[in-house]
């Protein structure tokens, strides 16, 4: 049984297209993450969530949006994807607050935009 | 904002030794001290993790210890065995948020 699973696991597409990544956990946690891994392993913070709001919205460009339907899911919407865009994207939960609780991570999605 | 450094970048040690990486943070608030682990393809996963009231802790072959009066804490493993290899990230907490350290490669050699 997943604990954090994100569709899709790969992504290639162009310059100026727009795609979506989805995460669910089956967990029953209150707060979700999406974070971005670049090729040099940095992790950054980008959105957080708890039961469906956002708590955390880092300096991201507003290219990038995050929706979540119920506090399983958290889905990542960018727009007009440029190559800097390209990047492992990962999804986790935790039970509560960031700083208290133990994050769970999903596999990753590796977006390639040529 | 919090500052946070992880030494070293890459630390290669042979099998059956011991690997110690430090992690240094600015916010003398933060009160959680976390340890993750992100093996080849995968996403991080929680280690060990320890709050602000304990010097140290123990699990297996792998423990943290803090000092809170320098704002450092460290990863200690002994006995490194191949499945070790990965990338730690330290991730002390500030503002109700984690904040991740850059990781260390910690490569095992036979």
Redesign the interface.
């Given at each position: 049984d997943t604990a954090?699973s994100q569709t899709p696991k790969y992504l290639v597409t162009q310059m100026g297209n727009d795609k979506s990544i989805k995460c669910e956990q089956n967990l029953g946690h209150d707060t979700m993450y999406w974070y971005k891994q670049d090729s040099?392993?940095?992790?950054?913070?980008m959105f957080?969530y708890n039961n469906k709001e956002l708590?955390?919205n880092e300096t991201v460009p507003n290219r990038f949006s995050p929706k979540s339907p119920d506090k399983a899911h958290l889905n990542l919407h960018i727009n007009s994807l440029e190559l800097g865009d390209s990047a492992v994207y990962?999804c986790?939960s935790s039970q509560g607050?960031?700083?208290?609780y133990?994050?769970y991570?999903?596999?990753?999605t590796r977006l390639t935009v040529t | 904002g919090e500052n946070v450094e992880q030494h070293p970048s890459t630390l290669s040690v042979q099998e059956g030794d011991s690997a110690v990486i430090k992690c240094t943070y600015s916010d003398s608030a933060s009160n959680y001290f976390p340890w993750y682990k992100q093996e080849l393809g995968k996403g991080p996963q929680l280690i060990i993790d320890i709050r602000s009231n304990v010097g140290e802790k123990k699990d297996q072959r792998i423990a943290v210890t803090l000092n809170k009066t320098a704002k450092h804490f460290s990863l200690h493993i002994t006995e490194t065995q191949p499945e070790d290899s990965a990338v730690y990230f330290c991730a002390p907490d500030s503002n109700y948020q984690l904040i991740w350290g850059a990781g260390t490669k910690l490569i095992i050699k036979p």
């Open positions: 954090v040099k392993k940095f992790l950054k913070i957080s708590i955390i990962f986790a607050l960031p700083s208290t133990e994050q991570f999903g596999p990753g | -």
